[in-house]
């Protein structure tokens, strides 16, 4: 069921696929119509950065499925019968169906009911102080009372974006204006702008093995090649990172440093300096997602990536409702100037600003008293969650590296245990968690799980993995 969600860019290897699939939905799209002649295969080759042979190896698979056919001495050509039989059937009454590439296999498992919620990487909502919110959410209006009938800016509010520039010097020592920030919806709407504005079809993007499938989709979407890099409990292989920035040019690096979604895993300070050096040395931008940065257990972690940052190759997503208030959706997006206009712009086309509401009352929430009180006991309660779960896996055989903050438990599985099967017989006794499978850009890590122990509490918590071991061990 969810295992087999796929997309055009399965597998980086074999990159004529990619071609094909690139004429393929230029064709769905309407770009390319009956008759119409393809790309010459020199013109595409240069259009995509590929070899010739690449193409021309595409174009033989098109026309091997009937969707081109040939001219001699002329080139490639529409095949009438591909855009009668092949195009998606429309099954209701719109005028122009869907380019059918859209994917999130993560939301798809999410959205499924269950009892022992364990793909939601969220907190849990009696964690917060609610009625504490609710109380601000009425100041907030007594201090605004024209609130509701106002936009924000398309870059956000301006004095949420001052108090964030305040905040990032006291806690970061990051010196920053209000022009160096844009105000997102949530992280993802951030991940989004960054690829509709930076990633180009058949671009080469260097992401994480494995890193957050929401953001890996994004890409797809995009038609994004990944060049995975490997993340370890100590970081990276920088001279690996180093010869791939070399030899493909990327022009982003997607990373997830403190306490990585869904492994767990922090960069060490060590390598975040150098990090930057290497963005700037061959020109590839940083996007740094920092969702979590304020959830560890014993030690806050190191710095930003971006506070090693002084040209601007590095692109700093900070989520700061994720753990306050989640439903307010409030992401910081910080950078140069030259970074942050031409996602202001994209934002702007987007939806021409976050809800004005949700940044004022996140503003005066987040600068409270009490919100640094709620914060130490929160990550309290995440600790004893996480050590819980530990308990119950204890004498599994399955084996993780216990994280130092975050939401995830990354856990290797036996690999006799059939995972599709697995995931669909949990789902059936109302347990959910995240395949490996669709965090990895290769899609390989077939035996690995992201189990969440963030979003339910304690007793749920403890019954719902006994009850995934008991299942388990039928295999």
């Known amino acids: 069921m969810i295992l087999h969600t796929q997309s055009w860019t399965d597998t980086n290897k074999l990159l004529f696929k990619q071609a094909y699939a690139h004429i393929v939905a230029r064709i769905e799209r309407g770009e390319l119509k009956a008759h119409d002649k393809l790309p010459s295969i020199r013109m595409l080759a240069q259009e995509l950065q590929i070899h010739r042979l690449t193409v021309f190896r595409a174009y033989q698979l098109l026309k091997e499925h009937e969707k081109v056919y040939v001219k001699e001495k002329s080139g490639y050509y529409v095949h009438p019968g591909f855009m009668e039989s092949d195009l998606p059937e429309q099954t209701d009454r719109s005028p122009v169906p869907s380019s059918g590439f859209l994917s999130n296999a993560l939301s798809e498992i999410q959205q499924i009911p269950v009892i022992y919620q364990f793909s939601q990487s969220l907190i849990d909502p009696n964690l917060l102080p609610n009625l504490f919110l609710s109380e601000y959410v009425k100041k907030v209006f007594d201090i605004y009372p024209k609130l509701m009938g106002t936009y924000s800016t398309a870059q956000g509010d301006e004095e949420l974006r001052a ?67 490997d993340i370890h409990p100590d970081g990276y292989d920088l001279a690996n990172i180093e010869m791939l920035m070399k030899q493909y040019r990327p022009r982003i690096f997607y990373m997830n440093p ?113 919100i640094r009180t709620h914060l130490d006991k929160l990550r ?96």
């Open 163 to 229: 108090f964030l520039c305040s905040y990032m010097k006291q806690h970061h020592r990051i010196e920053l204006t209000e022009s160096d920030l844009l105000i997102t919806t949530g992280g993802q709407q951030a991940i989004d702008l960054i690829c509709r504005v930076y990633v180009r079809s058949m671009d080469h993007i260097l992401v994480e093995r494995p890193t957050y499938s929401a953001a890996l989709d994004i890409f797809r979407q995009q038609g994004a090649r990944f060049i995975s890099v």
């Open 380 to 475: 309290i309660a995440l600790q004893i969650r996480k050590e819980i779960v530990e308990q119950e896996l204890a004498g599994t055989g399955w084996t993780w590296i216990s994280p130092k903050g975050g939401f995830n438990l990354w856990l290797k599985l036996p690999e006799s245990i059939p995972m599709e099967e697995f995931l669909n017989e949990s789902i059936r006794q109302s347990i959910s968690f995240v395949p490996g499978l669709i965090c990895d850009p290769l899609r390989e890590m077939r035996s690995w799980i992201r189990l969440s122990y963030s979003f339910v509490n304690e007793d749920q918590l403890r019954e719902g993995v006994r009850r995934l071991v008991a299942l388990s061990r039928k295999y």
């Open 258 to 370: 403190t306490f990585h979604n869904p492994t767990g895993f922090t960069v060490p300070a060590a390598q975040r300096k150098q990090l930057v050096e290497l963005a700037e040395r061959y020109r590839c931008l940083l996007i740094e997602d920092d969702a979590i940065h304020e959830m560890y257990f014993d030690q806050p972690p190191p710095e930003p990536i971006f506070s090693y940052d002084t040209d601007g190759w590095v692109v700093y997503l900070r989520s700061f409702s994720k753990y306050v208030a989640p439903g307010l959706r409030i992401c910081a997006v910080m950078g140069r100037p030259s970074v942050i206009k031409p996602l202001t712009t994209a934002k702007s086309l987007a939806d021409n600003g976050t809800p004005l509401v949700n940044q004022k009352i996140f503003l005066h929430y987040f600068d409270s008293e009490r």
